[in-house]
């Protein structure tokens, strides 16, 4: 009954993404792994994913052992980059929102929307003579909005949980882990929000959930 994780490797800090990530769900699995009904151990996606991307900032611990001299910047970037995908999965959502209540949108409309999103959630993006970008095409390289209707908030909300349990990592550790535990413990049991109650941290959807979060690491990445 032990997890195995399946990945590929390439060289760059995207293996040890794919590799503390995937152990997260692994960590999720293993401990869930004597419930009684199986429909009971796993939770909804987003609460799946709140396993795995915060199992990335947990792993900060031991990230020397990976990069050495590097492990500044690598953080740097693992943090950078997790702030940077919120406004940017928003946007998704909306953009899905909008083309779903707008089903009779031209192309050039759809590409229009989305330039309009990118102001509104990304306005320190410059595309310049990048045509697929600058022409508001950006939206088609986004799989999600193709096969998965807003499903892809979820990462969105994840990220977020990420972010928290980070957050009270870099003030204390183990008591992070701790509600991160209780959290993976629950598996399916509960709701998202159940589960974020159950590990007493901030539910996403609540107005100022982003505050506190933001400003640690705004601290952190100065
Ligand atoms: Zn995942």
């Not at 990230?63 to 940077?84: C, N, P, Q, V, W």
């Amino acid at each position: 009954k032990a997890p195995f994780i399946f990945s590929n490797f390439n060289g760059t800090s995207g293996d040890v993404d794919v590799l503390t990530h995937e152990a997260g769900h692994a960590f999720a699995g293993y401990t869930t792994r004597d419930f009684e009904f199986s429909a009971n151990a796993q939770p909804t996606m987003e609460s799946c994913e709140c396993h795995s991307m915060s199992m990335e900032f947990f792993a900060w611990k031991w990230l020397d052992l990976f990069y050495g001299d590097d492990t500044d910047r690598a953080k740097y970037m693992h943090l950078e980059s997790a702030l940077i995908f919120i406004p940017y999965g928003c946007m998704v959502d909306h953009f899905q929102h909008i083309v779903y209540d707008n089903p009779d949108l031209t192309p050039a409309e759809r590409h229009e929307e989305w330039l309009k999103l990118e102001k509104l959630y990304r306005p320190y993006m410059q595309f310049g003579d990048v045509e697929f970008y600058a022409s508001g095409r950006g939206w088609q390289r986004q799989l999600h909005i193709y096969h998965y209707p807003f499903y892809y908030i979820d990462y969105c909300l994840a990220q977020t949980v990420s972010l928290e349990f980070w957050s009270r990592s870099q003030k204390d550790w183990a008591d992070a882990w701790e509600r991160y535990y209780k959290f993976v413990c629950e598996g399916g049991k509960k709701t998202f929000v159940g589960l974020c109650e159950t590990a007493d941290i901030r539910i996403p959807f609540e107005d100022g959930a982003l505050k506190d979060i933001a400003g640690t690491a705004a601290d952190w990445l100065k």
